[in-house]
């Protein structure tokens, strides 16, 4: 363990930790849902830890939980993403509000 | 030659994911790079995917790799199901339970790597150790948690707290980032603890914004505190600033400006009038109803907007503006309120019922700007406020148009001719 590095990591979690706020705050009111679909698939970027867990195959309650972690961020980033995208699609006819005889 | 290879690969990845993370969601935040935006972000997944590959990471043996597909083809083949098959609602179904997935998902790595408390079989440098590796654990459980609880309670939660899910959503996404930053702080993964950062606090950001939007704090519209006084006659009142109404005018053909009494109060005349001349500019319609009962005396609303020398040929009596309105895109709502309630027309207990009405809520979308949902002189509450097209924009009349002026150059500085 090296000191120098860890507080590197930490400084790097703080400043993505700030970028974060900055980047979503005064977003208008119609992207928020899709946002919260996006940022709610991304958070599954744990799936790298989960599948060094899962591929170390130490004994089965570790394996059977990284191997659950897997399948479970798989399926938050890869559901996650297709639900922000139709949702995006929905916006294209223009803004928000109930369409009334179509474009 | 692996070895420098992946010592090479592994810090070029992780900053490419990291920049992917953070434009991907810069994007999404305008509606016209929203879909580029995330592009980006699930190219950021991908990128950190394979910078796990050449990390150099080494399995235990062939039966564990074939579980990391097992565990990888499960989860693609169930995010698909869920992904083309759910509602895009976001409050219903199954969508709040994915955003307690992340959170679930780095839990489960969290107890796993507390169960042993022997090295990552990943070649890092940073992984914290002993106590703080612990507590970084410890804290990535109890956030997965909350997310857990936060997905759930939005899934299933009582319709009485249906303007809440979307808080609750967002709520569940931050406890998902703070789970994956821990993880990967305890593991020493810089993609993995910058990404969970991001998360942790755009997820909580959104939840105070979306909270906002309804005059509330993040935990009141989950958890159901007190309503804030004032909006108590109202539910389902959406509100947004001047951008989301930049962003529809930009587009919109047809626009009804509907001025009031509050038009008058904040002298914001020349400001409307100003936001008319641009969005004629760009090819728009843009004409003034205006409602005989309109400001202090008849003729108030003609004398302020010849003033701001507004074309009378823009002008519209009642009758005729409802007749634009009816395929107007847009219907701007200057601090008027009484002339365009709906009760006029359909509420013979109201005490404004029978007075002629600009019929605002024919329009594709409708914007309200007020300071407050205060009732006008008739004291009357407004239903046209509650319609599912209405969008509040709180504040004063006068530099809330000026802001969508500005908002409206700032977004195409270059297209004023149309």
């Known amino acids: 363990m090296d000191t120098g590095f860890i507080l590197w990591t930490v400084m790097m979690f703080l400043l993505a930790a ?19 679909s996006a940022t709610n698939a991304i958070s599954a970027i744990s799936v790298v830890g989960a599948i060094v867990v899962a591929g170390s195959h130490y004994e089965s309650v570790r394996t059977v939980l990284g191997v659950t972690a897997v399948a479970a961020a798989m399926c938050n980033v890869v559901g996650g993403f297709l639900i922000t995208e139709r949702m995006l699609k929905m916006f294209k006819g223009g803004g928000p509000g109930p369409k009334k005889g179509g474009r | 030659m692996m070895a420098s290879l992946a010592a090479f690969a592994i810090p070029v990845l992780s900053i490419i994911s990291a920049l992917f993370f953070i434009m991907g969601l810069k994007l999404m935040g305008r509606l016209r790079s929203a879909a580029r935006g995330n592009i980006l972000l699930g190219l950021g997944v991908a990128v950190a995917l394979v910078g796990l590959a050449v990390s150099g990471v080494h399995f235990g043996s062939q039966l564990g790799t074939n579980l990391v597909w097992v565990g990888v083809g499960a989860g693609v083949v169930l995010g698909l199901l869920i992904g083309l098959g759910s509602k895009v609602e976001i409050g219903a179904g199954v969508g709040p339970l994915l955003a307690s997935t992340g959170g679930i998902a780095a839990a489960a790595v969290a107890i796993a790597a507390f169960l042993h408390d022997e090295a990552w079989p990943w070649p890092s440098t940073f992984a914290l150790q002993g106590g703080p590796r612990g507590a970084a654990l410890g804290l990535a459980v109890v956030a997965g948690a909350a997310a857990l609880m936060l997905g759930s309670f939005a899934s299933v939660g009582p319709p ?36 969970g950062g991001l998360v942790a606090t755009a997820g909580w950001t959104l939840a105070v914004m979306v909270a906002a939007a309804l ?27 001047p ?18 009494y509050g038009m008058a109060v904040a002298q914001a005349q020349h400001a409307l009038a100003d936001l008319a001349k641009m969005l004629a500019l ?9 409602h005989p009962s309109a ?31 009816a395929d107007a895109d847009v219907a701007l709502v200057v601090g008027a309120n009484d002339v365009v309630n709906p009760a006029t027309q359909n509420d013979s207990h109201s005490a404004v019922y029978g007075m002629p009405l600009v019929d605002a809520g024919l329009a594709r979308t409708v914007f309200v700007i007020k300071r407050s949902l205060r009732p006008g002189a008739a004291g009357v509450k407004n239903a046209l406020f509650e319609l599912p097209q209405t969008n509040m924009i709180f504040g004063d009349s006068k530099k809330v148009l000026q802001a969508i002026g500005s908002e409206l150059k700032v977004q195409t500085p270059r297209s004023a001719a149309a």
Request: aromatic fraction near 4%; proline fraction near 6%.
């Open chain 1, 18 to 36: 700030f970028v974060g706020h900055h980047v979503i705050h005064g977003v208008p009111t119609l992207l928020h849902t899709p946002l919260m």
């Open chain 2, 243 to 260: 951008e989301e109404a930049a962003m529809v005018l930009e587009t919109a053909r047809k626009v009804v400006m509907i001025p009031g």
């Open chain 2, 160 to 195: 009485a707290h249906g303007s809440g899910q979307p808080a609750a959503v967002a709520l569940a996404a931050s406890a998902s980032g703070w789970a994956a930053a821990m993880v990967g702080l305890a593991m020493g993964s810089p993609i993995v603890a910058t990404v």
């Open chain 2, 295 to 325: 400001g202090l005396i008849p003729g108030h609303m003609n004398i302020l907007l010849d003033e701001a020398k507004v074309p009378a040929g823009q002008l519209m009596e009642w009758e005729a503006a409802n007749v634009e309105l």
């Open chain 2, 282 to 290: 760009r090819g728009a319609t843009v004409v003034y109803a205006i």
């Open chain 2, 215 to 241: 005059g509330r704090k993040p935990f009141d519209v989950v958890f159901g505190g007190d309503r804030r006084g004032g909006i108590d006659d109202y539910s389902n009142v959406k509100a947004c600033g």
